[in-house]
């Protein structure tokens, strides 16, 4: 064989390799991306489900304690502001709010009504609650560890190389603090 | 000639150490390893014949429904013992990979609490809220009588047997999702370095040197897409299905 046919040979297994490796790469760019949006959709389920809950939450509980409606009125608000939200950094703040405003909820009420923990249904709306909102906290953590799969892609060497051919470029995730909200203000658990 | 042989040799198991190294560190963790498949009681609250109980209790389980039941004690789990449940039983894999139906009742001692962890395919079958009531009926009346063994015996057959009445829909299951081995992705790997190299090999079959083409470096620049592909290869002592959770469950 000939050296120019040899060398053309080995060029020939390189741009295979190559072309073979930008291919790989794209589509490890695009399932990566994909990854995200499916584990943000789990999240927005799980917040779904949480506010799905809210309206049970304060029927259960007006209608077996007497409360003024400002007690319930930031909880109320919270869903509200989650149905409101459009963005998804919007949707997660008002998600994390939500999440606080009903445990701060859930606590004021255990304080200041001590017989609703008897109440059968009452306790079994809190144990949805409180799975909902660890299954929030999982969806959450399964979505930032998503983002810092596809950033770490795309700072990686060689593969940066590939992303900045095809413009993925790093993701922001929205960290909201999960204690942000404070308790509500308690009435005092009469009706005017 | 001699040298050439053992530096080729050399350089291929490398990268291949390498690449399982590379895959290996994902699965290593700060929980402890599970010593049995029913009952692993690290804090030893549980007497030998309630032991025995409870693993022919969730053997039975499995049999009749696939159902991966586990009873497990912990000293310390952290103050987010809640999380800590959710780590141990994605740490452990339990539940059987196409099914997610594996369930983890968890006892922290210094915490003093139960937790139950759902796998998501028994998560219709056993809603936050009915675990809270079966805690609420059969695990807290005995720990407050300072019987909290028993408790969790009693709540744990009270798993089981929801789990037993309803086996046809536990086995039906959730659809599969798609996972690649990670025994699967080396092979791959190595049949790709074969074949190159063969192929290679033969274009310089009149040539000599006949081995270099192992030189060529073949590196995965890419993360795995999928952390949980391996079902059961670093815990190490022992294994579970591979199953799913999403953090369902409650806790007393």
């Keep these: ?192 | 000639m001699v040298y050439k042989k053992r530096a080729i040799f050399i350089c291929f198991f490398s990268i291949l150490t390498f690449l399982v190294l590379n895959f290996s560190i994902l699965y290593a963790s700060d929980y402890p390893t599970p010593t049995n498949k029913y009952v692993n009681d690290f804090a030893g609250i549980f007497s030998q014949p309630q032991t025995a109980y409870l693993q022919a209790l969730l053997a039975e389980v499995e049999q009749n429904s696939t159902a991966e039941i586990v009873v497990a004690t912990i000293n310390d789990c952290t103050q987010d013992y809640v999380g800590y449940a959710y780590n141990l039983a994605t740490n452990w894999k339990i539940g059987k990979a196409d099914k997610n139906n594996g369930f983890l009742i968890l006892y922290c001692v210094t915490q003093k609490k139960l937790v139950a962890q759902t796998g998501y395919g028994l998560e219709g079958l056993l809603p936050d809220s009915k675990i809270g009531r079966f805690m609420d009926e059969f695990y807290v009346p005995l720990r407050d009588k300072n019987q909290t063994a028993q408790g969790i015996i009693d709540f744990s057959t009270q798993i089981a047997k929801v789990i037993n009445d309803n086996k046809e829909e536990v086995i039906s299951g959730q659809a599969a999702k798609p996972q690649t081995d990670f025994f699967t992705v080396v092979i791959i790997i190595f049949v790709i370095y074969m074949l190159i190299a063969r192929i290679l090999g033969s274009i310089y079959k009149n040539k000599k040197r006949r081995d270099w083409p192992w030189f060529i470096p073949i590196f995965l620049p890419f993360p795995s897409s999928g952390t949980n592909s391996s079902s059961g290869f670093g815990s190490g002592g022992f294994s579970f299905g591979g199953g799913g959770f999403g953090g369902g469950g409650a806790s007393r």
Excluded: C, H
């Design chain 1, 1 to 192: 064989m000939k050296t120019s046919t040899k060398i053309w040979i080995g060029v020939a297994i390189v741009a295979v390799l190559l072309i073979f490796w930008i291919i790989g790469g794209y589509n490890t760019f695009v399932s990566l991306d994909q990854n995200i949006n499916s584990k943000w959709s789990e999240v927005e389920n799980q917040y779904q489900r949480q506010a799905d809950l809210i309206p049970n939450l304060v029927s259960i509980v007006s209608s077996a304690v007497k409360v003024e409606t400002n007690f319930t009125l930031s909880v109320v608000q919270a869903r509200t502001n989650w149905q409101a939200a459009t963005t998804q950094a919007q949707k997660d703040q008002a998600g994390v709010e939500m999440n606080n405003g009903i445990g701060a909820f859930v606590n004021a009420v255990a304080e200041a009504y001590p017989t609703l923990q008897a109440n059968k249904q009452y306790i079994a709306l809190t144990d949805e609650l409180s799975g909902t909102q660890n299954r929030i906290t999982v969806a959450r953590g399964e979505y930032i560890k998503s983002i810092q799969a596809y950033n770490t892609a795309t700072k990686r060497f060689p593969s940066n190389i590939l992303a900045k051919v095809f413009g993925f470029s790093g993701k922001d995730y929205y960290k909201a603090d999960v204690n942000a909200i404070t308790t509500p203000s308690l009435g005092t658990g009469i009706l005017p």
